[in-house]
């Protein structure tokens, strides 16, 4: 167990919908990362969070957005949803104060789009 | 042409076989390299992380960078069912963005 969690684990929902998905990090790690993961293309970045300020941002679609909260934990929404976002949509944290530093990964969400 | 470069496997091997997996990169900028495992439904976890080139070992596995070949490696010494995973290299430069391989499927028959 990492010390990550994510909910809900499973989503099914149809084209056109907006959905939520929630990371909550390891105690003590200021920053959050998002990836998604899907067969073709493999793990991608997707942005990243420090103590609640957008740090760095990979391939996240316009659709997309992401905050991190006071209390740390974080947000994705995914809105406008189309049957290419399936995919499993992974968290990860760390401490984001050292150069050499472990992300440490959730056991992931996994989002059909029918 | 994709930043990093994985072989996709599967990989076959028996129980106490060397196993080697690999990565290209194209970036030079990159410095920090990492090997991560996933096993089937789970999050990827941190195995091994280097900085720039030379080698990292622990346990039964081992890492290697040659970053005038733009190259990394991941060595695992006398493998185990248990090491059936798939295997992410990724790294990044100075920046927090990660770059990740496709993976590699890994199958140590027993």
């Known amino acids: 167990d990492s010390g990550v969690t994510q909910t809900p684990k499973h989503l099914i929902t149809a084209t056109g919908q907006r959905v939520t998905l929630r990371c909550s990090p390891r105690?003590?790690?200021?920053?959050v990362y998002w990836y998604q993961q899907s067969l073709d293309q493999g793990l991608q970045f997707l942005i990243q969070y420090y103590n609640g300020e957008e740090r760095a941002k990979g391939n996240i679609l316009e659709r997309f957005s992401a905050q991190q909260f006071p209390d740390l934990h974080s947000e994705l929404n995914l809105s406008s949803l189309e049957l290419g976002d399936s995919a499993l949509y992974f968290c990860?944290?760390?401490?984001?104060?050292?150069?050499?530093?472990?992300?440490?990964f959730g056991p992931g969400t996994r989002l059909l789009v029918l | 042409q994709k930043e990093v470069e994985q072989d996709p496997g599967p990989l076959s091997v028996p129980e106490g076989a060397i196993v080697s997996l690999n990565c290209t990169y194209s970036n030079s900028a990159f410095q920090y390299f990492m090997w991560y495992r996933q096993y089937s439904r789970k999050g990827p976890e941190l195995l091994m992380y280097t900085y720039s080139s030379g080698n990292k070992e622990d346990g039964r596995f081992t890492a290697q960078v040659d970053k005038s070949s733009k190259y990394i490696s991941l060595f695992i010494r006398d493998s185990q069912p248990s090491d059936s995973a798939t295997y992410l290299c990724?790294?990044?430069?100075?920046?927090?963005?990660?770059?990740f391989g496709t993976g590699t499927r890994l199958k140590v028959l027993a």
């Open positions: 105690s003590g790690d200021l920053s």
């Open positions: 990860a944290s760390s401490s984001g104060t050292v150069v050499e530093e472990t992300q440490y």
């Open positions: 990724a790294m990044r430069a100075g920046t927090y963005k990660y770059i």
